[in-house]
């Protein structure tokens, strides 16, 4: 008689696996804790006595901050969501003159700081700028030139910079459904207006509402075209409490309100998707495109142009041309310091994120659970929270760890400079803002990767960090250069945080424009922005070669 038995795991191997789990637990914890630190901090203010300040930012500051924000939100998810989905159908689904080239040339907004195409158009139309005086000179000064204002302005300058966000996604869209949605809607007896609104729009809603939801979080964060035209938002508020009021749990306390608005906006997002699936079977490649007829083909070549013209080529000729006229008087040595500071702190904080966007991806999984996915989503979520909001709530938890060192050791010299004075601060609120960035190319690589692989590396023995580094990590390379890169030239044209948190002195091609703007130094301001216009061209460049090889 042949007897078998079972043989069960040794305890040697389920101690390993268990400390493995904790392990990798511990770091998406970790991480999540870090870069949600701005949100505990906030909370935790809440529970102190601000005194008077409060009091006046509620009378005099929060009710102006929350109705322009609302306006500014309202407007700008308009507008970014008519330019972007009107754009994406034309060269999605018509063939018209210049289709392939407005494919991509209409993403090159998404190069522009909207800080940037703010001074650019703010000079172009100031009362002694080329605009005005051209109108003077026809009409004479009884016909006052008409002013939009510091809310519109503000508005048009987002929507224009923005509205690649919708067109990006929501072409991917169209471009998968091709003619059959029409042909659809056509067997139907729809003509192809009412065919685009009852059935392509529809369809496409899921990533219509991804797109604008991108715009609107990037103009709750923004802070520079809003400070250049004076309007005030909950971003320029917290910056005037702790700027101007001196007082960092005032800064705090509107940072909260800020949050919880954000939270509103997500909570609506994740509504208005709702659960339903939006699926096209076949091939993602249009078969063919609807010819225009000429008039109609005229019309569409100058709409694309028409925007393209506003929203990149004016603003960036403007800076080419004050740039080439200032450089000899305002090109100085301090420039090679100002972009020396800029490509540090990106090379920096590239380096540092894109590292901990693959030990996140890596550790999620390995430990697949719920709760893991759930805290990576906290870690991701920065990138919905404005650069004043994190600014704020690093350096308050820094600089009390600074004053702790201080007492602890007795040091009153300064030896914690780094910390509260240094770059810590401005790399914890880099991590935390632009996390998500790198970690959607490096999730969704890791995700390609089949389990066979590493089941195979496992009969080598080859596990754990042995195989991230030996396995994943030769074919994670190209997904963790996007990532780098996409993030280098997010922290280029970062104004914010870095102007909030940055060593006395240590300034950046970004702060100086915003120094320049602020005195009202327009064309001086044009040579650091062509700067970082021209880097800005990066991701445009790594977005239109992953569409190509899609």
């Known amino acids: 008689m042949v007897s078998t038995a079972i043989r069960r795991p040794s305890s040697r191997r389920s101690s390993t696996t268990r400390i493995s789990s904790f392990f990798y637990r511990s770091i998406i914890a970790l991480i999540a804790i870090v870069a949600g630190a701005p949100i505990i901090v906030a909370t935790l203010a809440l529970f102190v006595d601000t005194g008077d300040i ?28 008519i ?33 940037v195409m703010a001074f650019a158009y703010s000079s172009l139309f100031e009362f002694t700028g080329p605009v005005q005086t051209f109108w003077r000179d026809i009409l004479g000064n009884p016909f006052d030139f008409p002013d939009i204002g510091a809310r519109w302005a503000s508005i048009a300058t987002l929507s224009l910079v923005l509205y690649p966000y919708v067109f990006l ?21 729809l003509s192809p207006i009412r065919g685009f609104v009852r059935v392509s729009l529809p369809m496409a809603r899921p990533f219509i509402i991804a797109g604008v939801a991108l715009a609107v979080m990037e103009s709750l964060a923004d802070f520079g075209t809003v400070k250049t035209f004076n309007y005030t938002t909950f971003t320029t508020a917290i910056y005037q409490a702790w700027y101007g009021l001196f007082s960092l749990n005032a800064a705090l306390q509107l940072s909260l309100v800020l949050i919880a608005i954000i939270f509103v906006a997500l909570v609506l997002e994740r509504y208005l998707r709702g659960e339903a699936m939006y699926t096209s079977s076949g091939t ?27 929203a990149f080529l004016v603003p960036a000729a403007l800076i080419v041309q004050w740039s080439a006229a200032t450089f000899t008087g305002e090109f100085d040595q301090r420039y090679w310091q100002f972009a020396a500071n800029s490509l540090m702190l990106a090379t920096l904080a590239a380096t540092l994120i894109t590292v901990v966007a693959l030990i996140l991806a890596y550790a999620v999984r390995r430990d697949d659970g719920r709760f893991a996915a759930l805290q990576a989503r906290i870690a991701t979520l920065g990138y919905a929270i404005p650069g004043t909001v994190l600014a704020v709530g690093f350096f308050v938890p820094v600089a009390a760890l600074s004053r702790a060192m201080n007492d602890y050791f007795g040091w009153h010299g300064g030896e914690t400079i780094a910390l509260q004075g240094g770059l810590l601060v401005i790399l914890l609120a880099y991590l935390s803002r632009y996390l998500a960035v790198a970690h959607s190319p490096v999730e969704s690589a890791l995700s390609r990767i089949k ?48 102007l909030m948190t940055r060593p006395f002195g240590w300034d950046t091609l970004a702060v100086r424009i915003f120094q320049l703007t602020t005195e009202g130094e327009w064309q001086r301001a044009a040579l650091p922005a062509v700067a970082i216009v021209l880097v800005g061209l990066l991701p445009i460049y790594l977005l239109n070669r992953q569409n190509e090889n899609a």
């Open 284 to 310: 993602h490649a249009v078969r063919g495109r609807i010819r225009l007829s000429r008039r109609y083909a005229w019309f569409a070549s100058g709409f694309c142009g028409a925007v393209l013209l506003v």
């Open 451 to 498: 389990p066979g692989i590493e089941e195979a590396s496992r009969g080598l023995g080859v596990s754990g960090l042995g195989m991230l580094r030996k396995v994943h990590m030769p074919i994670l390379s190209p997904a963790l250069i996007t990532a780098a890169l996409l993030v280098f030239v997010d922290i280029m044209k970062e104004l914010p945080i870095t």
């Open 169 to 189: 996604i929501v072409r991917g869209a169209f471009a998968s459904q091709g003619l059959r949605s029409l042909e659809v809607a056509q067997s139907c007896g």
């Open 54 to 81: 409060w009091q006046h930012l509620l009378v005099h500051v929060l009710p102006e901050a929350l109705k322009n924000t609302a306006w500014l939100v309202a407007m700008v998810a308009i507008l970014t969501a």
């Open 83 to 115: 330019l972007g989905v009107s754009l994406a159908w034309l060269v999605s689904v018509y063939e018209f003159g210049g289709r392939r080239f407005f494919n991509w040339a209409l993403l090159l907004p998404m190069a522009m700081p909207a800080y």
